[in-house]
């Protein structure tokens, strides 16, 4: 059986695409994932399961959380092994221990690519922000102080491009690959 990564978009934002994670959890088990937990609030489930195709699983999540939550959820699953090879290729601005920047990794959620992604948004704002995409995701780091000016931070919720893609801080993410 192989561990995954489930990262739901938009859940419990605001009072938003409200989903219990305990009863989220619940619900996955009874459908068949096994040994499955959450952490945070923020849609971030690891969980077993002998399929190993990852479009397939989060296209089955989505349908179950339809299904429970009444709610079209974009869902990107990947193994968590994946995730660790993809943490270790982070480049050596990403992820330190710097409190004036925040770093995040933008996942695309199928059947969207990063290309796209990056060619809507367009360049990084310099001096504010810089991105490397690997694979079909994109390490971003942008200042905290002056986010609001940062190119990638404008755009990445606006429509046609938030849909597209989730987000998670590179802190959730390393302790979401060791669970």
């Known amino acids: 059986m192989t561990r995954y990564i489930a990262l739901l ?3 419990n934002i605001s009072g938003k ?13 009874e459908k068949g ?16 399961d002998d399929e190993p195709d990852a479009v397939k699983l989060a296209e089955k999540i989505r349908t179950i959380i339809l299904e429970i ?15 660790k090879v993809l943490l270790s290729k982070a480049p050596s601005w990403w992820g330190n221990d710097n409190k004036d920047i925040y770093n995040n990794l933008i996942f695309v959620i ?13 360049e990084p704002s310099a001096e504010l922000e810089k991105v490397q995409i690997c694979g079909n995701t994109a390490f971003w780091s942008f200042d905290r102080k002056l986010y609001a000016k940062a190119n990638w931070w404008k755009k990445t919720a606006t429509s046609g491009i938030g849909e597209m893609i989730t987000i998670r801080t590179a802190n959730t993410l390393r302790k979401i690959s060791e669970m």
């Open 9 to 11: 978009r938009g859940i």
């Open 33 to 48: 994932f096994a040994d499955v937990k959450t952490y945070l609030n923020s849609g971030n489930v690891i969980f077993s």
């Open 69 to 83: 939550f009444h709610l079209e959820i974009p869902v990107f699953v990947i193994s968590q092994d994946e995730l």
């Open 17 to 29: 695409n409200k989903i219990s994670m305990p009863e989220l959890k619940t619900a996955l088990g």
């Open 110 to 122: 199928a059947p969207h690519s990063i290309e796209t992604v990056a060619e809507k948004i367009g």
